[in-house]
């Protein structure tokens, strides 16, 4: 039987702002100055429903695979503490639900794009590519099918969205006239590079990473790497020794989660169902998998 799943926290004291997934604690204080504890919950969302039920130790499996890539890459980032017993949170805390969840992180001022990068032609990159043979501006070849692997991999901004909003695709333009030319063309470069050295690390593991997106941060004049980083909430994850383009593929990712509700008759409209217990136990047996293959770590919440 699987354990209940953690559907939000609450840390009496403490500023909360709750997002689709995590709990985020402010903990502007002390002498690391300011910084934020990350909770994430095993909520997920889908067809910008947050669903109303848990997939359990989804929260972990996101943390675990974030923590991983922040050490992997080596790139600029806001981790500062993974050990919830190194939080320094106030006196009376239960530590032990944040225990494989949570991460201490600088504050930073949220840069409001989301940095979409694309090998493969999928989801709403391959709908818009029916349409004028484009996705975001960028125009790509003739003749491309369903999950194709692209000439190279794409930048493809959004603007960020608030919650039950939907993020909205933009150009690389777009981008530069809402935060500037120079940050735009840094924040593509960075992505691109990401994207390729975790796209390549993946793949040696049979995982296709479609697409992804990051998200940025600046602090102190410094632009870091924030939020989760290629995680099967971020990205389109895809078994590589199943890939066959010219239709969709199977996943490692929530897909499992969209599709059941694409097809139980739902309107996507009103409040979404409870999900069957088949389909919590086959989802979390997926990010599980997809945890332990990038990060070649027995998972410990098993």
């Known amino acids: 039987m699987l354990s209940t799943p953690l559907q939000e926290t609450n840390l009496p004291g403490l500023a909360l702002r709750r997002g689709k997934v995590r709990d985020v604690y402010d903990l502007s204080k002390g002498d690391l100055g300011d910084r934020l504890l990350l909770v994430s919950s095993d909520r997920i969302s889908a067809f910008d429903w947050v669903l109303p039920?848990?997939?359990?130790?989804?929260?972990r499996v996101l943390t675990?695979?974030?923590?991983?890539?922040?050490?992997f890459l080596g790139v600029p980032n806001h981790l500062l503490e993974t050990d919830a017993n190194a939080f320094d949170l106030p006196a009376g805390i239960d530590i032990e639900p944040l225990v494989g969840r949570s991460i201490l992180v600088r504050k930073t001022e949220v840069v409001p794009i989301e940095c979409v990068v694309r090998g493969y032609l999928a989801g709403s990159g391959w709908k818009e590519y029916q349409e004028n043979g484009e996705v975001c501006g960028v125009?790509?070849?003739?003749?491309?099918?369903?999950?194709?692997?692209?000439?190279?991999?794409?930048?493809?901004?959004?603007?960020?969205?608030?919650?039950?909003?939907?993020?909205?695709?933009?150009?690389?333009?777009?981008?530069?006239q809402q935060v500037g030319?120079?940050?735009s063309e840094e924040l593509r470069r960075r992505s691109l590079e990401i994207y390729q050295r975790g796209a390549a690390h993946a793949l040696e593991q049979g995982i296709i990473v479609a697409d992804t997106k990051f998200e940025?941060?600046?602090v102190d004049g410094?632009?870091?790497?924030?939020?989760?980083?290629?995680?099967?909430?971020?990205?389109?994850?895809?078994?590589?020794?199943?890939?066959?383009?010219?239709?969709?593929?199977?996943?490692?990712?929530?897909?499992?989660?969209?599709?059941w509700l694409s097809n139980c008759g739902w309107d996507k409209n009103s409040e979404p169902p409870e999900l069957p217990d088949?389909?919590?136990?086959?989802?979390?047996?997926?990010?599980?998998?997809?945890?332990?293959?990038i990060t070649g770590a027995e998972f410990a919440w098993k």
């Open 64 to 71: 675990q695979v974030s923590n991983f890539w922040f050490d």
């Open 139 to 176: 125009k790509l070849p003739a003749g491309l099918v369903e999950s194709d692997r692209l000439p190279e991999p794409i930048f493809t901004p959004a603007t960020k969205a608030e919650i039950g909003d939907h993020d909205e695709n933009i150009s690389f333009d777009q981008m530069c």
């Open 53 to 59: 039920t848990g997939i359990p130790d989804k929260g």
């Open 181 to 183: 030319t120079k940050l």
């Open 278 to 293: 088949e389909v919590v136990a086959g989802t979390r047996e997926k990010y599980i998998e997809a945890c332990e293959r």
């Open 222 to 259: 410094e632009l870091i790497l924030i939020d989760e980083v290629l995680t099967p909430d971020s990205s389109r994850f895809w078994p590589a020794d199943q890939y066959e383009p010219g239709h969709g593929q199977p996943s490692f990712d929530k897909q499992f989660v969209r599709d």
């Open 216 to 218: 940025f941060g600046q």
